[in-house]
């Protein structure tokens, strides 16, 4: 048996389109980015302008990079960093690439995403030892001791949800997904029981239902109050209100975290930074 490290931090929570600025800076301008590290293992769940920093901080431990990298879906928010991240182009680093998509492959999103005249370097130029896979909803897998279950959510083109296991412990990445009339229940099934639920909080339900401008229906991204409702069904123990709208200032983020509060006492807003530790049980070494 084997104690580890069960450890989520956050390097880019923002949705859309990065947005630094004075009003930005305390909870984070950087896109979807979140590390998780699972004993020996280490995943990285979605490659926004956060990665580069991500990637920053593990060159500066010394070691050579081996990572497993979860993509939810190929927008651009959640891929923009992977050209940017230093390990990438280093020999010794060993990168697994995961997502789905029902129209491309995954190699062949990555592939578009750098190729001229949009990018100078091509994917298949990059110095590290890269494989691609692809996977969809339902499909479980093993990465070191943690196990990984693929979910779906609601978004235009696809999105893929994952909940990480490691020591009797969980964590479900839930993000660009829009709620139903009702509570996802495949989202439900997914994050029952889950010890942190990490959640698509976008917008407010006024903004939502274009009571505060544009109507956001069918944008494909839900609300704080349908991230409570999630978290209530599934009976989770953490929420994290993620994928903050990138005109949301500190304000306005720190406003929405006080309300879910009163709906749901543990939840917290995303930032920059912010590091939630779990303890894992013990688990039995795989022979």
Not at 149 to 168: D, S
Not at 251 to 261: D, M, N, P
Request: hydrophobic share 40%; aromatic share 8%.
């Amino acid at each position: 048996m084997s104690y580890g490290k069960f450890e989520v931090r956050f390097w880019g929570v923002r949705g859309s389109i990065a947005s630094p600025g004075a009003d930005t800076a305390s909870v984070g301008g950087n896109t979807s980015s979140v590390e998780v590290r699972c004993g020996d293992a280490r995943i990285l769940l979605d490659a926004g302008t956060g990665l580069r920093k991500l990637g920053d901080a593990l060159m500066a431990e010394g070691k050579p990079v081996e990572a497993t990298l979860l993509l939810s879906h190929f927008h651009w928010d959640h891929i923009q960093g992977l050209p940017f991240f230093v390990p990438a182009y280093v020999p010794t680093t060993k990168l697994d690439i995961v997502g789905g998509n029902v129209r491309t492959s995954l190699r062949e999103a990555l592939v578009h995403q750098m190729s001229d005249p949009v990018f100078p370097v091509r994917f298949d130029e990059l110095g590290a030892k890269i494989q691609t896979r692809d996977v969809r909803a339902a499909d479980v897998f093993d990465i070191g001791e943690a196990r990984v279950k693929v979910g779906k959510g609601n978004h235009p083109g696809g999105v893929l949800a994952y909940r990480i296991e490691h020591g009797g412990k969980s964590i479900v990445y839930a993000t660009d997904t829009e709620h139903f009339a009702c509570v996802d229940p495949d989202l439900r099934a997914l994050a029952r029981d889950a010890d942190i639920l990490i959640y698509d909080a976008q917008y407010t339900p006024e903004e939502y239902a274009g009571k505060i401008g544009r109507s956001r229906v069918g944008w494909g991204h839900s609300t704080y109050v349908a991230a409570c409702e999630l978290a209530r069904e599934a009976n989770v123990g953490k929420l994290v209100l993620y994928h903050h709208d990138p005109q949301r200032t500190d304000a306005g983020v720190a406003e929405i975290e006080e309300l879910s509060r009163v709906l749901y006492p543990s939840a917290i807003a995303a930032r920059e930074g912010l590091v939630i530790s779990l303890a894992s049980e013990p688990t039995e070494k795989a022979a």
